[in-house]
């Protein structure tokens, strides 16, 4: 198997304990602080204050740590969106909230 890069994945079986995840309709190909904001803002997950004060900073690492640091604050352990680029449903952990992606079929 080859996806994008990706030659021979290993697949393991897991239990995964996501209590409080995030539900997000789009694909943001992407996923960093300055694609997500504004959605979750919209959806009420973050405020409009976070947001901003989010994208007025410059690093993309710090924003995201950022995001991350408010989204956990929250209670917020995962989150669930359709992935419209590999035709999969993926759960994220934390792609941007620690970088680890599952795969989930």
Do not use: H
């Not at 204050?49 to 410059?58: P, Q, R, T, V, Y």
């Amino acid at each position: 198997m080859k996806d994008k890069g990706i030659t021979n994945p290993i697949y393991i079986k897991a239990y995964l304990n996501i209590t409080n995840p995030i539900y997000i309709d789009k694909d943001f190909l992407n996923w960093n602080a300055d694609q997500v904001v504004a959605d979750l803002d919209k959806q009420g997950i973050i405020s409009s204050e976070d947001g901003l004060k989010i994208l007025n900073i410059a690093d993309l690492e710090i924003k995201n740590s950022k995001l991350r640091e408010i989204l956990k604050n929250k209670g917020c352990d995962g989150i669930v969106y359709n992935n419209e680029i590999e035709a999969i449903s993926f759960l994220m952990t934390n792609k941007f909230l620690g970088r680890t992606q599952i795969q989930i079929k």
